[in-house]
């Protein structure tokens, strides 16, 4: 399985922008979709997931209200629609899949390259 994020960009703060994450080959319905991000020299931190097969989501309080997981299974897609964004949202987000509904960055076995989000003030 193969993750490619995109999406990311420069944006002014109040601003909105939408992050895709493509997988190649099979997803299985067990499978947990997740977004992180890592901000320089931070640790990598939990953004938001979905279950695979239903829509069962879960949120980072930092971003509760203002973003919006989805996932289209016909397209193997993963979204992030991100809204009202603060500077402290800049950081390279990453898509990963796993099987464990964990916000947790070691329980995720594929990752994507990252896309870079840049809020400006």
């Known amino acids: 399985v193969q993750l490619q994020a995109s999406g990311g960009g420069l944006v002014q703060a109040g601003g909105s922008l939408r992050l895709s994450c493509a997988a190649s080959?099979?997803?299985?319905?067990?499978?947990?979709m997740a977004w992180f991000r890592q901000a320089p020299g931070k640790e990598r931190e939990f953004v938001a997931l979905?279950?695979?097969?239903?829509?069962?989501?879960r949120y980072a309080g930092s971003v509760e209200g203002r973003f919006s997981i989805s996932r289209d299974t016909a397209r193997n897609t993963v979204y992030l629609q991100m809204n009202s964004l603060k500077p402290e949202d800049t950081a390279v987000y990453y898509c990963?899949?796993?099987?464990?509904?964990?916000?947790?960055?070691?329980?995720?076995?594929?990752w994507g390259q990252g896309t870079q989000v840049t809020v400006s003030s």
């Open positions: 080959g099979r997803i299985y319905s067990s499978a947990v």
């Open positions: 979905t279950r695979w097969s239903r829509t069962s989501t």
């Open positions: 990963a899949r796993g099987i464990q509904y964990s916000e947790q960055p070691g329980e995720y076995n594929y």
